[in-house]
């Protein structure tokens, strides 16, 4: 018999999915062995013993990110794209988001309020003083978000409904990258799972309340079909163009035109405290089914360099664009 296919989760401080998705895919699937990622030190030289990892934590550890860009290079599929992840910030997937027909706010991103470390006058001669601020307020308008363009978790979100509510937020960011964006108020909320570039799930969700009422306090009348169609097309299209095969994505609905909020989430919550028992056994599933059929699939011909890895990111926004385009 051909040796088990080896699905790696690399997880943090989380419990309830990793615990439930590695038995399920021991118990329910042939040919897979799945656990917890376990590494010291990583020789370059080295090869890696996983056909696929599941990645819910580099984020915060820069020293896995380099061991599973390392183990992408040498053949892994790791979840989420490593290259990409590293690479990609919240003003420029807006960007991105908005060439594959999603709705987004307007968006500017701002010049650090404080030099970053290690800085000095001259580093920052490109930049205009004083800034514009003027034409940022006419082209985002009040109210508005002010946010870390790397942010999770609202670190560092604020809600500004004039300019002394914006300085009293911006003066507080420090060495942050911020991003002001118009604040869509909603009538309807949304976040959505997108698993696989192929499956999506909608669930209403309210901001409003404490984090375990938030999947919860929610309106319980069934989601409209065309609505749920757009918000499915929306979700797909974002992570195809981002080439993110796990990620979340929120919508407020304004005028019933739904907008994109936030859909940089490559390690999405998915507790089962917080996101409760119908979703927390979808995505488990859902998830097992892509790492399964990333674990069997044919060895892709994999680029020698990083860079190439991320050119396979823009030739999918391509990709995806082209699809765009073939659809209308
Ligand atoms: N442009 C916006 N319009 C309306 N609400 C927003 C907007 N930006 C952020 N919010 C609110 O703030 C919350 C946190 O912002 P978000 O962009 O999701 O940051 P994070 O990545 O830290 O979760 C969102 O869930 C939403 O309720
Ligand atoms: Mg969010």
């Known amino acids: 018999m051909a040796s088990a296919h080896q699905i790696g989760i690399l997880r ?18 042939d040919g897979v062995a799945a656990g917890y990622v376990s590494l010291d030190s990583v020789q370059a030289e080295g090869t890696p013993e996983y056909d696929v990892i599941l990645d819910r934590i580099s984020h915060e550890v820069p020293f ?24 990609d910030d919240k003003f420029i ?15 500017a991103i701002l010049p650090h309020k404080e030099h970053p470390p290690n800085t000095s006058d001259e580093t920052f001669r490109n ?21 870390p363009y790397d942010g999770g978790g609202w670190r560092g979100v604020t809600k500004v409904d004039n300019r002394g509510e914006f300085f009293a937020a911006y003066d507080q960011s420090g060495v942050d990258c911020m991003m002001l964006q118009e604040a869509i108020e909603y009538d309807e909320y949304y976040r959505c799972y997108g698993i ?19 999947y919860s306090a929610v309106p319980d009348e069934p989601i409209p079909e065309e609505r ?48 409760g028992h119908a979703n927390f056994e979808w995505v488990v599933r859902v998830t097992a089914e892509m790492l399964v059929e990333k674990a069997k699939a044919e ?26 385009n073939d659809a209308s």
Not at 12 to 29: D, I, K, Q, S
Not at 77 to 84: A, G, L, S
């Open 228 to 275: 749920r169609e757009k918000l499915t097309r929306d979700v797909l299209a974002i992570c195809r163009a981002l080439g993110y095969d796990m990620n979340t994505v929120e919508f407020a609905v304004r005028d019933d035109t739904p907008y994109a909020i936030d859909f940089m989430n490559p390690a999405p919550d998915a507790d089962y405290h917080s996101v």
């Open 12 to 29: 943090g401080v989380e419990t309830t999915f990793p615990e439930a998705l590695v038995p399920h895919l021991n118990e329910e699937y």
């Open 196 to 214: 696989g570039r192929t499956h999506a799930r909608i669930m209403r969700y309210n901001p409003a309340v404490p984090m375990h009422e938030r």
């Open 93 to 107: 997937d807006n960007v991105i988001a908005e060439r594959a027909d999603v709705a987004v706010p307007r968006s």
């Open 64 to 87: 896995y990110r380099s061991y599973l860009k390392w183990a992408a290079l040498k053949g892994t599929y790791v979840v989420n794209n490593p290259f990409w992840w590293s690479a």
């Open 127 to 147: 930049l205009d003083y004083p800034i514009n601020w003027d034409g940022v307020f006419e082209y985002i308008g009040f109210p508005a978000f002010l946010k």
């Open 299 to 324: 060895q892709q011909e994999l680029p020698e360099h990083a860079p190439a890895l991320l050119g396979a990111n823009y030739k999918r926004i391509e990709a995806a664009e082209e699809e765009q």
